[in-house]
């Protein structure tokens, strides 16, 4: 990874809201090749029985982030991503998953608000914890948040969109 600077950065445009609007969650041990190119997954195959399993949640409840972290004395650097989504409601099925997802490490392709995707914790998968909460007043969250926090040596990824349309999906069935 280069250490200069090799081009500018222009203005963007004002088009870009935040947010998360889903996720596809990986198992990290299901992956069989991920290919990246100039910091984009240009290619990501599962091995052949695998699945990426959508995660929905309501707008504007959940975040992913990336950080910049390394020490000047040691001349390190590295990336911790953290996220935190919120599911509300709590049923038979939200239990299930949330148990398998706080037993494995996994990495999440996130869409976001501007519909382009993006890949954290993709060195090694990340650890969910999930805190469950009813909630105290009639207008509280009554669910549970998953939260994730990962050290790796590279930052965030861009998704290419074809690569989603390649990917097995399974979502929520009733």
Do not use: W
């Not at 990495?107 to 608000?113: E, F, P, T």
């Not at 060195?123 to 909630?135: I, M």
């Not at 990962?150 to 390649?166: A, D, E, G, K, Y």
Request: with cysteine.
């Amino acid at each position: 990874m280069p250490c200069k600077l090799t081009n500018g950065i222009r203005l963007k445009d004002c088009d870009t809201p935040g947010g998360v609007s889903e996720s596809y969650f990986i198992n990290i041990e299901d992956v069989d090749t991920l290919t990246v190119t100039d910091f984009q997954v240009s290619a990501l195959t599962l091995k052949s029985t695998a699945t990426a399993y959508k995660i929905a949640f309501e707008p504007q409840t959940s975040n992913f982030a990336s950080n910049a972290v390394g020490s000047v004395e040691n001349s390190s650097a590295a990336f911790e991503q953290t996220c935190e989504i919120k599911i509300n409601k709590i049923d038979n099925n939200v239990l299930e998953q949330v148990d398998a997802l706080t037993k494995g490490r996994h990495m999440v392709i996130v869409k976001k608000a501007d519909n382009t995707y993006e890949l954290y914790f993709h060195e090694g998968g990340a650890k969910f914890v999930a805190n469950y909460t009813t909630g105290t007043a009639l207008e509280d969250a009554s669910g549970v948040t998953l939260t994730a926090t990962h050290r790796q040596p590279s930052n965030m990824l861009i998704v290419s969109s074809t690569v989603i349309t390649t990917l097995t999906i399974a979502e929520e069935t009733p």
